[in-house]
């Protein structure tokens, strides 16, 4: 049987050769294959795993976010409260004055003024705190995972986090008191000339916001501008003390100064604009409805007005409306949730914001730059 077997293959020797060839190349092939298709499970795996850890720490960092503006709100409130104080009115008031009329006047522009700027410097806070959050969660990000080009020297070592994170005093200092000058000038002009007895809706109290809005916001203006004019109380101008010291900087410096500016690019950004507009909108619209609560029709109002439309239906003298609006100040920067943070804490706007911004600084092709 043997000799038949040599005998065929002798016959068929160059089948037999071809045949063998063709089969080792199969099993070569599946091998290579069977590589090949491991080295790609491993590095689908690998990215899965990398997807999922970056994830985490952006979910992480949002909640930092949220701590962090919900700690930095009653510093925010203090603020304010000790550069427009209506309570030492308020108490001059309760003693008959002979200039009361006068300093109802004062007060009637400093309750509106503390309220409107709480409003702006609230959304401000969030937004940019949001953008600054990222930027730099997005580099310690790469500096944990080890993507550093040199592998040791980590792009936003812990000093250089704490002096870049301490930018956001300009907006608690400088720009709140430049911010406050603006928006007094405003209320001034849209309120100054109406009496303390003049009757208002909430209609006519929202027209009266807008007003001031369309002022401190220049959208009454002929300029356009290619960012928000807001942006100025956010940051301290680009000839900051830093960059104005052509000598003696130091690697830390440096490292701040170009956060300081990558920031800079995204407050002037479209999308920052869009962002910020949209938290001043919900913004005075949560103040608003916190003030509808006190312009309720009665039973009376509603059979003689004969409308259901409280909106229009009930009017407030001013004098009434001012201590409304000068209490607003504690619902709206409220260090425990209140409706008004929660509301601007939770706008699907602001978080897709933070993970477009998140993302860009979270990628190995941001240490090319």
Known sequence: MLRSLWSFLKRHKKKCLVLGTFLGGVYLLGKYGQKKIREIQEREAAEYIAQARRQYHFESNQRTCNMTVLSMLPTLRDALMHQLNSESLTSLLKNRPANKLEIWEDLKIISFTRSIVAVYSTCMLVVLLR????????????????????????????????????????????????????????????????????????????????????????????????????????????????????????????????????????????????????????????????????????????????????????????????????????????????????????MEQVKDFAANVYEAFSTPQQLEK
């Open 131 to 346: 953008v600054q959050l990222n930027i730099i969660g997005g580099y310690i990000y790469l500096d944990n995972a080890a993507l550093c080009k040199n592998g040791t020297t980590p792009l936003a070592p812990p000093e250089v986090q704490q002096q870049y994170l301490s930018s956001i005093q300009h907006l608690l200092g400088d720009g709140l008191t430049e911010l406050i000058t603006i928006v007094k000038q405003a209320v001034h002009k849209v309120f100054g000339s109406i009496s303390l007895k003049h009757t208002l809706s909430l209609l006519e109290l929202e027209q009266k916001l807008k007003d001031i809005r369309n002022v401190v916001e220049h959208k009454d203006s002929d300029q356009t501008a290619p960012y928000s004019p807001l942006c100025h109380y956010l940051m301290p101008d680009e000839e900051n003390p830093l960059a104005t010291q052509a000598c003696g900087l130091t690697e830390r410096d440096i490292a701040t100064i170009k956060l300081l500016n990558e920031t800079r690019d995204m407050l002037e950004s479209p999308d920052f604009s869009t962002v910020l507009s949209t938290c001043l909108n919900r913004g005075f619209s949560r103040l608003l409805d916190n003030m509808a609560e006190f312009f309720r029709p009665t039973e009376q109002d509603l059979s003689q007005s004969g409308s259901v439309n409280s909106l229009s239906s009930v009017s407030l003298p001013l004098a009434k409306i001012i201590p409304i609006i000068n209490g607003q100040i504690h619902s709206v920067c409220s260090e425990t949730p209140s409706h008004f943070v929660q509301d601007l804490l939770m």
